[in-house]
């Protein structure tokens, strides 16, 4: 397993992963980290928020406006509300710095379990595919254009397929920690983005939770052959 550990100073975290299990480069800042994602193909990035989160919360801003899909788990710091802002940015799992170190790694293993779609330059739900890499949308092989907005809100759908992903927290990964505003245009690229499925023939892909947010459901294949054929 190829870990990449990113934190201030080789402390709290480190001591996770001092195992034969794991092959660890360390940065200590999000600059470093950026140079060894890009010169390196790792399992997933272990991230300790410690005492200056935001920065942690740049990296993840980041690696997912880069495409980098690797799987992300965050170690919170002892400010309230850090596990949820990790989450809302784009990491995939968030674990105390109290867990055993037994828990710990059936987390990190968990993330890097062969078949998870985070672990892949791809995301492919039914016959529709994302590619990660170059911020493409296809389904079966009829690409449909996205507004990176739009790419986005797919994205981090189609990462966590099958869980309801609160409005707040697509509105945060949106915006990234600037202002933000009428909470409705998130309905407005919702809309935008169900159209351009729709006319591709994907039905019914994402649904609204009322209060809650927005869920990825499965994709009718037999649709989408009906709207191929009869094209």
Not at 44 to 56: F, M
Not at 186 to 200: I, N, T
Request: glycine share 6%.
């Amino acid at each position: 397993m190829h870990i990449l550990l990113v934190e201030e100073a080789r402390n709290s975290a480190s001591s996770y992963l001092d195992d034969d299990r794991a092959v660890v480069l360390c940065a200590e800042d999000v600059a470093e980290a950026m140079t060894l994602l890009r010169t390196n193909r790792f399992d997933a990035v272990v991230l300790n928020l410690g005492s200056r989160p935001w920065e942690a919360f740049r990296l993840i801003r980041r690696m997912r406006a880069s495409g980098d899909a690797t799987p992300i788990l965050a170690l919170p710091g002892v400010k309230s509300g850090d596990r949820g802002n990790a989450l809302a940015f784009g990491a995939d799992d968030a674990a105390c710095l109290s867990v055993t170190r037994k828990a710990f790694w059936e987390r990190l293993a968990n993330l890097c379990r062969p078949g998870l779609e985070a672990c892949h330059d791809w995301l492919e739900i039914g016959d529709v595919r994302l590619c990660l890499a170059t911020r493409r949308m296809f389904v079966i092989d009829r690409e449909i254009r996205l507004t990176r907005m739009e790419f986005d809100v797919v994205r981090s759908l189609m990462l966590r397929r099958g869980s309801v992903v609160a409005r707040s927290a697509l509105l945060a990964q949106l915006y990234e920690g600037r202002p933000q505003p009428d909470p409705k245009v998130l309905d407005v690229v919702m809309r935008h983005v169900r159209k351009k499925l729709e006319h591709a023939g994907v039905r019914n892909m994402i649904g609204t939770v009322w209060g809650h947010g927005f869920v990825i459901t499965n994709v009718n294949r037999t649709e989408v052959m009906e709207e191929r054929l009869a094209a």
